[in-house]
C-alpha cells in the first residue's frame, strides 16, 4: 500500500535562513511518481514539482531544490533563503503508476510559518 | 475553462440536512477527483472518474457521500443527512488522465460547516 510520511508537524524559521521539509514515501510499484503542493492561506493548492521514480537527478528552481533518494525513500524539498510569502502548508504526494488509475495520497502536510 | 471551478465556496448546513458540491473541471481533462481536507489535516481521497469508466468509490465514508460525473464535465458531491464530523474542505481536482504521469489541478474547495 502507499503511504507518505510528512514528520514535521510544523516549522518555523527567520527569513533568509534555508529549510528543510521532509518525505517518506512506501510503496510496492517499481514505477510511480513524486510530487510537492503549497497551499498557501488562500487554500488552493498549487503543483511545485513531479518527479517520476526513473529520474533520481536532483531538481533546482529558483530558491526551490528537491533531493530525491530511492535508496532512503526520501523526496526532500529545500527552500533557500526564505521569504514571508513561503509561508504555507506543504504537501508531499505519491502516485502509483500500476495497475494504473491509482489517486494521488498525501502526506498529512508541513506547516512552514518565515517570520520576518 | 482556464481552471478548476467551485461551487459555493462556503456552505453552512444544518445538521441531518442534504448539500450539493459541484465542480467544473478544466475542459478536456478526463480524470475528475473528489478529496476532503479536515481543518488542520492532510488530503483524504474519497472518489474519482475517468472518462465512462466505472468510478472509484473507494475512498467515500459512508453511504451518506455520493458524487456522480456528467460526461467528462461537470461533477457533483452528494452529502446526505450531514453530521458535524463532515465539516471540511471539499477539494475537486481534474487531470489530463489517471496515473501519476499527470499532474492535477485543483481549485479552491468548497468550505462545508455542520452546524
Known amino acids: 500500500a502507499q503511504k507518505v510520511t510528512q514528520a514535521q508537524t510544523e516549522i518555523s524559521v527567520v527569513e533568509k535562513e534555508d529549510v528543510t521539509l521532509d518525505c517518506v514515501y512506501e510503496t510496492r510499484d517499481t514505477t510511480y511518481y513524486l510530487f510537492w503542493y503549497k497551499q498557501p492561506p488562500s487554500g488552493e493548492l498549487v503543483f511545485l514539482i513531479r518527479r517520476n521514480s526513473f529520474d533520481e537527478q536532483n531538481e533546482i528552481s529558483g530558491r526551490y531544490s528537491w533531493n530525491f533518494q530511492k535508496s532512503t525513500s526520501s523526496f526532500n524539498f529545500t527552500i533557500t533563503a526564505s521569504q514571508v510569502v513561503d509561508s504555507a502548508v506543504y504537501f508531499c504526494?505519491?502516485?502509483?503508476?500500476?495497475?494504473?488509475?491509482?489517486?494521488?495520497?498525501f502526506g498529512k502536510g508541513t506547516r512552514l510559518s518565515v517570520i520576518a | 475553462g482556464a481552471g478548476v471551478s467551485q461551487s459555493p465556496s462556503n456552505k453552512v448546513t444544518e445538521k441531518g440536512k442534504d448539500v450539493e458540491l459541484r465542480c467544473d473541471p478544466i475542459?478536456?481533462?478526463?480524470?475528475l477527483y473528489w478529496y476532503r481536507q479536515r481543518l488542520g489535516q492532510g488530503l483524504e481521497f474519497l472518489i474519482y472518474?475517468?472518462?465512462?469508466?466505472?468510478?472509484?468509490k473507494s475512498g467515500l465514508p459512508s453511504d451518506r457521500f455520493s458524487a456522480e460525473r456528467t460526461g467528462e464535465s461537470v461533477s457533483t458531491l452528494t452529502i446526505q443527512r450531514t453530521q458535524q464530523e463532515d465539516s471540511a474542505v471539499y477539494l475537486c481536482?481534474?487531470?489530463?488522465?489517471?496515473?501519476?504521469?499527470?499532474?492535477?489541478?485543483f481549485g479552491s474547495g468548497t468550505r462545508l460547516t455542520v452546524v
Open positions: 481536482a481534474s487531470s489530463l488522465g489517471t496515473g501519476g504521469g499527470y499532474g492535477y489541478t
Open positions: 472518474f475517468q472518462g465512462n469508466s466505472a468510478p472509484d
Open positions: 504526494a505519491l502516485s502509483e503508476a500500476y495497475p494504473g488509475n491509482t489517486p494521488l495520497v
Open positions: 475542459s478536456g481533462h478526463t480524470a
